[in-house]
């Protein structure tokens, strides 16, 4: 049996040379990252070369409070920021879903949910200071 080469028919077009070599992407990427690397590695050490060192102060006193509103005040304040950063976090998330749910109802209204408990963290944060109000009336501060 012999095997040749299948003739084009003329209405065909022929098929055009190749070029010398395809771009790779791949090198091309492992370029880029490499340059990338070497641009933050200078970058840091710049950075390390012009810093100079830090140096403690000396602490006199010690962090004690003075009375029980000053305890109170200190806890209504981390009250306050845990809540806020807490209800800060749950608003970006619920951005974020919203924002990728590309349409999907069971997306959106988990980002609704997050929403919503943000609005609740605020509203614990504004209402801090009347819960540190209340345990000073209970505690006698």
Excluded: C
Aim: charged letters at 15%; zero cysteines.
């Amino acid at each position: 049996m012999r095997l040749t080469a299948r003739r084009r028919p003329r209405h065909e077009p022929q098929p055009r040379s190749a070029p010398s070599r395809p771009p790779d992407h791949r090198r091309i990427r492992r370029r880029l990252v490499a340059r990338l690397a070497a641009a933050t590695a200078a970058g840091v050490l710049i950075l390390l070369l012009i810093s100079t060192p830090a140096q403690a102060a000396t602490v006199h006193e010690a962090a004690l409070a003075g009375s029980v509103d000053a305890v109170l005040t200190n806890v209504r304040n981390w009250i306050m920021g845990i809540l806020a950063g807490l209800a800060t976090v749950f608003l970006t998330i619920g951005g974020v879903r919203y924002v990728m749910a590309a349409g999907d109802p069971g997306e959106v209204q988990k980002a609704k949910i997050a929403f919503k408990s943000a609005g609740i963290g605020y509203a614990l944060a504004a209402l801090a200071p009347l819960v540190v109000t209340v345990l000073q009336g209970i505690v006698g501060g």
